[in-house]
């Protein structure tokens, strides 16, 4: 007769071991390139460091010679590979950080300001240096298929997204985005006209997929500029077009969602801060507000943030949650 302590023991070490997998599998879909940001490496930075969080024109450098880090930044939030059952996944805003700043490093001919950038940029790799990502046991087992991702999974998706972004923006002083059935869909649409055409950000097809605002336009009564920000996820491994399977865990998604929404408020410089500006609900007209958020990935692992203008005409299909 099998005792109780031994079936526990037994389910215990199966257990452990099936997360031990799991980690194992999201540790090869969130590592990269990237160096972990640390207050150690951000106080060793110097001025060949500085095209990482500036604007390459800052530096007073003829044509393009220095690399836009892009999504490949030297600089990423930290991950916390010990999984637990209900991990609290917050964004901090480090000292210093505010729309007002964050307007005036973006205004137009504000790279020429190299005191400026050089100060939002520090404050924004501090900002990197201060927040990292846990990923849950349960979303570590969960699966979603990149080529059929549900409905209800993107809402899920979105929901974490936008309990990122919206207590960031109440802090702020700013207006927080809503969220609706329709407006998911509509991200997902963008996501899929980038899949149709094979849009993976290399070769010649990098960038954003200019294509989507004509048929997502059309398609969901959008008439007025939408602004979307895109950011590819190689750290993902789904950037190739021959990679057949695009099966990834939630933990990998919510994670990328996370890091991507921090390196586009913290490390925005190389892009002047425009990724930034339009996550904090500042680059639509205000008659339009408060606006709607959706997000989506295509097949390649690339992900979007849709923020779509409210007006008459889209609130009768986009009613909130």
């Known amino acids: 007769m099998i005792s109780g302590t031994t079936i526990n023991s037994y389910v215990s070490a199966d257990s452990n071991k099936s997360i031990n997998s799991q980690i194992k599998k999201?540790?090869?879909?969130?590592?990269?390139d990237a160096t972990i940001a640390t207050k150690k490496s951000i106080s060793k930075l110097g001025n060949n460091s500085l095209n990482y969080f500036i604007p390459t024109?800052?530096?007073?450098?003829?044509?393009?010679?220095i690399q836009d880090p892009g999504s490949d930044a030297n600089f990423v939030t930290k991950v916390n590979y010990s999984a637990r059952n209900?991990?609290?996944n917050r964004?901090?805003?480090?000292?210093?950080?505010?729309?007002?700043?964050?307007?005036?490093?973006?205004?137009?001919?504000?790279?020429?300001?190299?005191?400026?950038?050089?100060?939002i940029g520090r404050i924004g790799l501090q900002g990197l240096a201060m927040n990292s990502f846990t990923p849950s046991k349960r979303d570590l087992s969960r699966i979603v298929n990149l080529n059929h991702v549900t409905q209800a999974q993107n809402v899920e998706l979105n929901n974490f997204t936008l309990s990122l972004i919206n207590p960031i923006i109440k802090k702020l002083g700013g207006i927080q985005y809503l969220s609706s059935y329709n407006a998911v869909k509509a991200a997902q649409n963008v996501a899929d006209v980038y899949s149709q055409d094979n849009w993976n950000n290399t070769g010649s097809k990098v960038g954003h997929d200019s294509r989507f605002r004509r048929v997502v336009g059309s398609k969901f009564n959008i008439k007025d500029v939408a602004e979307e920000n895109y950011t590819d996820n190689p750290a993902l491994g789904l950037t190739e077009i021959k990679l057949k399977n695009?099966?990834?865990?939630?933990?990998?998604?919510?994670?990328?969602?996370?890091?991507?929404v921090a390196l586009q408020l913290f490390e925005d410089g190389p892009s002047y801060w425009g990724h930034a500006t339009a996550l904090m609900n500042l680059d639509i007209h205000k008659k339009y507000q408060p606006n709607y958020f959706g997000t989506s990935f295509d097949k390649f692992g690339g992900l979007h943030f849709f923020m779509i203008p409210h007006n008459k005409k889209v609130n009768v299909d986009f009613k909130p949650f």
Not at 246 to 260: P, T
């Open 26 to 32: 999201f540790k090869q879909q969130t590592t990269d």
């Open 57 to 65: 024109q800052a530096r007073k450098i003829k044509g393009n010679s």
């Open 86 to 88: 209900n991990p609290q």
């Open 91 to 119: 964004i901090n805003l480090p000292k210093g950080y505010s729309i007002a700043l964050l307007k005036k490093a973006a205004q137009k001919n504000s790279w020429k300001n190299t005191k400026l950038q050089i100060k």
């Open 246 to 260: 695009r099966d990834v865990s939630m933990a990998a998604l919510k994670h990328a969602i996370y890091n991507s």
